[in-house]
């Protein structure tokens, strides 16, 4: 089956510090990578995708075959970056359907 | 445009009970699909719809089935409700061809 993996369930940084969530996802040709954000009380939505490469709230999101990961970094953390962070990917076909998500790492930005 | 909306919010049922769970998609999508995403994981496919047929099926069990209607709104349908059941039940809409999926807030079941 392929796989998602977020290893950090929680990542607490300063406001003004660098963060990177990491992604590491199980190979399988070439991948369609996702970040999702889900900030307090809203709903999921799509923060960004590799295949656009750009950069989103100052976040961008490497896609490295040689590591299988895909981590999201922002060299400056602000409060309001305070969500949940989910790493996906797109699949084709089979029966884990269009997106796989990894299982999240919650970021916190201190003041 | 409101976006994907999901009907109810909240919902307590009791084991073994029934439930039924709606989507709209947003404006111009033709596509929904439904996630589970329990406490502390990430959404987990159930199934997708498009065109008013199921095209493809996470690793749920029969008791979990779907219908989509001809203005593309979706429902979900669970029989025989168990404990772990309880979940976030998401709808995401999309275009057949995209990526890009958009979510709906959820809906909150706890079967007791």
Redesign the interface.
């Known amino acids: 089956a392929q796989r998602?993996t977020q290893p950090e369930?929680l990542l607490s940084v300063f406001k003004g510090a660098p963060v990177e969530l990491k992604c590491n996802y199980s190979y399988s040709g070439s991948p369609?990578l996702?970040w999702?954000v889900q900030y307090s009380r809203q709903?999921?939505?799509?923060l960004l995708?590799h295949?656009s490469r750009e950069s989103i709230k100052g976040f961008t999101a490497d896609l490295n075959k040689g590591e299988t990961s895909f981590h999201l970094k922002k060299p400056f953390a602000q409060e309001e970056d305070s969500a949940m962070y989910?790493c996906?990917r797109?699949c084709y076909?089979?029966?884990?359907?269009?997106?796989?998500?990894?299982?999240?790492t919650k970021l916190s930005v201190k003041p | 445009d409101a976006?994907?909306t999901q009907s109810p919010t909240h919902l307590i049922k009791t084991r073994g009970q029934q439930v039924t769970l709606r989507c709209s998609p947003k404006s111009g999508h033709d596509t929904v699909?439904w996630?589970q995403q329990a406490l502390?994981?990430?959404?987990?496919?159930?199934?997708?719809y498009y065109e008013e047929e199921e095209r493809?099926?996470?690793?749920f069990p029969d008791r979990f089935s779907g219908h989509q209607f001809p203005n593309y709104s979706s429902e979900l349908n669970v029989n025989a409700l168990l404990l772990g059941d309880s979940a976030l039940y998401?709808c995401?809409s999309?275009l057949l061809r995209s990526?890009?999926?958009?979510?709906?807030?959820?809906t909150r079941l706890t079967v007791t």
């Open positions: 998602v369930k369609e996702f999702y709903r999921l939505q799509l995708r295949i989910y996906a797109h076909g089979g029966s884990q359907g269009n997106l796989i998500f990894g299982k999240g | 976006g994907v699909s996630y502390g994981q990430g959404p987990q496919f159930i199934f997708q493809q099926r996470g690793n998401l995401a999309s990526y890009e999926q958009y979510f709906g807030p959820g």
